[in-house]
């Protein structure tokens, strides 16, 4: 099956700092893959959606510029967090589509904590 | 994308067959039923997903009522390692990459 990774699956930062989330669709190209967050406890909340080559397109209530997504090729999507403080604490998880199916493969999932 | 209803825990014993049922009443046509599950700490995993007729794969077993209304997932033999919470989305199955809204899910408890 598809695979999608998700680096790092956990990050440790100070408060007021940026980390950056690596998602990769290893053995197929994604011109679109999503970002997700999740709550303790909670569903997955979409946050965006990232596509190939142009902006991404964020959920009502998302800021964009404090989650900044880059999708620069079909196998790469980055999700940073600017200027992070502890309620960014959450776990964010990226899924994309492998051409041909219609079910979506996700990463394993990145756990961030702000200190 | 049609709303779907799903009871929000339920207790399977192990060896026996787990049913995780799914209101969907207000299913169009062209939505298909998805079921992905979340273990703790990962990101969920696709598992079946159907239009009207029944199907099965290697991991379960997705029941749909004649009139599309609801559906039932089957775990034939659930193990300890089918803990996990069970989402169930309907969507336009067609519409190739389109976005997955999550519900709440149902939190599978499989107990020895």
């Known amino acids: 099956g598809a695979v999608v990774s998700q680096h790092p699956s956990w990050v440790i930062c100070k408060s007021g700092t940026s980390v950056k989330i690596e998602c990769r669709s290893l053995?197929?190209?994604?011109?679109?893959m999503f970002w997700y967050r999740q709550f303790p406890k909670q569903s997955l909340m979409l946050m965006a959606t990232?596509?190939?080559?142009?902006?991404?397109?964020?959920e009502q209530g998302v800021e964009k510029d404090k989650f900044l997504i880059n999708h620069a090729s079909l196998t790469l999507s980055t999700l940073t967090v600017t200027s992070a403080h502890p309620e960014d604490s959450s776990f964010y998880i990226c899924?994309?589509?492998?051409?041909?199916?219609?079910?979506?493969?996700f990463g394993q999932g990145t756990r961030l904590t702000v200190v | 994308d049609a709303k779907t209803t799903q009871p929000p825990s339920m207790d399977c014993a192990e060896g026996r067959a787990a049913n995780l049922p799914c209101n969907h009443s207000?299913?169009?046509?062209?939505?298909?039923v998805y079921w992905y599950r979340q273990i703790h700490s990962q990101g969920p995993q696709y598992i079946i997903h159907?239009?009207?007729n029944n199907e099965t794969n290697e991991m379960a077993s997705l029941i749909i009522t004649e009139d599309r209304k609801s559906s039932t997932l089957i775990l034939p033999h659930a193990t300890l390692r089918d803990t996990a919470v069970y989402y169930c989305?309907?969507?336009?199955?067609?519409?190739?990459?389109?976005?997955?809204?999550f519900g709440q899910g149902t939190e599978l408890s499989v107990k020895p």
């Open positions: 207000t299913i169009s046509g062209n939505e298909y």
């Open positions: 990232s596509n190939e080559g142009s902006k991404a397109t964020y």
């Open positions: 053995d197929f190209q994604a011109t679109t």
């Open positions: 989305i309907v969507r336009n199955g067609r519409n190739q990459g389109g976005k997955l809204i």
């Open positions: 159907g239009l009207k």
């Open positions: 899924s994309a589509y492998m051409t041909g199916k219609t079910e979506a493969f």
